[in-house]
């Protein structure tokens, strides 16, 4: 079951840092963190050493 993750970090972008937030659904932390680097490479023409990544968290499930 795939759980969803929020992922944080940086990604160069021409001369400066740009900060960014990427929802991602992934079975573990791992794959979460792998795939952000996989959409934002891909959408964003960057190589994986020009994305930083800060933190990834769980995402919260609302119980109602």
Request: aromatic letters at 8%.
């Amino acid at each position: 079951m795939e759980k969803s993750y929020v992922v944080k970090g940086k990604m160069r972008q021409r001369f400066e840092w740009v900060r960014f937030e990427k929802l991602i659904a992934a079975p573990n932390e791992l794959m979460a963190r792998d795939r952000a680097l996989s959409v934002l490479g891909g959408n964003h023409k960057l190589k994986r050493f020009q994305i930083k990544i800060e933190s990834v968290q769980e995402e919260p499930v609302n119980a109602e």
